[in-house]
């Protein structure tokens, strides 16, 4: 895994520490643009990670630290997502299938960050469950079977765990 730093950090709030994964499409034509956006201080928005197409993994901010990666939304009656959370960007627009390469190396991500941070399978959300109608990411094309049957995340539909 390589690291580079995005300026677009701050700490946690509050004391909080992560207890959700938030998969998000970068709906971009490519990772190095949206390497781009996540560094840019003048978009004010970044992710923890960012996985290629090609299944590279980049870290642009520390786990410990608030990525701003999640914007207005709430699970399970709490707000702050982004203080609760940790944020992996997927380069792809939404309009294809995910990679083999890019769900083998999410895979890898999403056993060591739930194993360190003690995250179940039902704190892997989609962007879309914490911000239903705002957004759509990871989207139709996200396999998120795949990850049920390795105990990676819930089967769909999405929101039939919400509490």
């Known amino acids: ?5 995005s300026p677009n950090f701050g700490p946690r ?9 938030v998969i998000h499409y970068t709906a971009m034509e ?3 643009a949206a390497l781009t956006r996540l560094c840019d201080p003048q978009a004010e928005v970044s992710a923890h990670y960012l996985i290629s197409n090609h299944g590279r993994t980049l870290q642009l ?6 990525a701003w990666h999640a914007g207005a939304g709430e699970w399970a009656g709490q707000a702050d ?11 792809n627009r939404g309009c294809h299938p995910f990679s083999e390469p890019q769900m083998a190396a999410l895979e890898t991500l999403l056993k060591r ?6 995250i179940p399978a039902a704190g892997v959300l989609g962007h879309s469950d ?4 705002r957004k759509s990411d990871p989207g139709p094309h996200f396999d998120w079977a795949r990850l049920a049957r390795q105990g990676l995340a819930l089967a769909t539909p999405r929101l039939r765990h919400k509490p």
């Open 1 to 5: 895994m390589d690291s580079l730093s």
């Open 13 to 21: 709030r509050n004391g909080l520490t992560p207890r959700l994964i």
């Open 30 to 32: 490519n990772a190095e």
């Open 61 to 66: 901010v520390a786990d410990e630290m608030r």
């Open 81 to 91: 997502i982004n203080s609760r959370s940790i944020g992996i960007e997927l380069d």
């Open 113 to 118: 960050l739930m194993a360190r941070w003690d």
């Open 130 to 133: 914490i911000a239903p109608g």
